[in-house]
Every structure is written in C-alpha cells, then in structure tokens.
C-alpha cells in the first residue's frame, strides 16, 4: 500500500485544477495510511467555511488520548489540525504562509498547521513562519513530498520522525 502511494505522489503532475485537487486527495490518504485510527479520524478534504470562498484543503481530527497528536490538541488548544496543500511547481513564498496564517485565526483551528509543498519553501516564507511562531504563537510544519516519502517508507517510526520535526523547528526559535 505505502509503495501506491508513493507512486500516486510521484505521478501527480503539479498545478492548478484537477491537478491540485489530487494532490489534496493523495497527501489525506497519506496522512489516513500513516495515522488512522491510532491518532487520526478520517481526513477531510475541502471543508467549506461560512464563506464558500473559503476552502480548508484538509482538516484532521485527532482521536487519540496520548502521544504528539494529543500534545498538539493540548498545546494548541484544537482537537483538529489544518493541513494546506501546495501543488507549486516552485518553492512555496511568504504569501502562501500568511494565507495559512488566517486560517489559523478561526476559532475552529488549532495554532498549528501542516504546509505540504512540492518543492518546500523559499528562505523568506521561512523567515514568516519563525515570526509568526514568535509574535502570534501560530506553528507551520513544512512537509515536502520526499517527506511525505520518507514517512511512508517507516510507516512504524512516522509520529516518532514528525515529532522530531516539531522539536527540530521550535528549538530553531
């Protein structure tokens, strides 16, 4: 199962459109396959707010009572986290973290999201996610697709390499 969907990933063409909508649905089976039911209900893909205009990519309820999704609920303050896909060709920029950051604004959102990208982020959307780690207390987790890869190929050690991933980004602060 993990190789099909490396393969789907690898095999999603980047863009816009229908593109754009399989990469959403491809990176929420990935999450499904790593972390459902031990710490995940079932993803889902673009929920729609009050304002149709507005669209969350994925939303992952937590279902655990334990572990880093619990930490996240506790920490955050959430028991769901926001998921934003990226299907760029090119590095994600600031504009797309301050997208994501006002989504973190909603009261129905945790103060934590996952930025999935193609290609990962430029140094200056960086730079955002540090500072609004430090000013507004809102956590981006860039994931690149070789991420994505990496967490499938041990699938028994993904909460323990995501967690790392958290430790790794808020020591940088």
Known sequence: MHQQLINR??????????????YE???ADIFYFLFHPEHL??????????????????ILPISCKEGLFYLFALHFK??????????????????????????????SLAKIAF???????TQNASDTIKEKYLIHGKLILCLTDQDLIDLL?????????????????????
């Open 9 to 22: 990933l690898q095999a999603c063409p980047t863009g816009a459109g229908q593109a754009a909508n399989d």
């Open 25 to 27: 649905d491809i990176v």
């Open 41 to 58: 209900d079932e993803p889902r893909v673009q929920t729609i707010t009050y304002n149709p205009d507005r669209r969350r990519d994925i």
């Open 78 to 107: 959430n028991d769901t986290l926001l998921v934003e896909c990226k299907n760029y060709q090119d590095e994600v920029t600031h504009k797309e973290i301050f997208q994501i950051c006002d989504y973190l604004d909603r009261p």
């Open 115 to 121: 930025l999935v990208t193609r290609k990962g982020m």
């Open 153 to 173: 190929n041990d699938k028994n050690n993904a909460v323990s390499i995501l967690r790392k991933k958290y430790h790794d980004q808020k020591l940088k602060y």
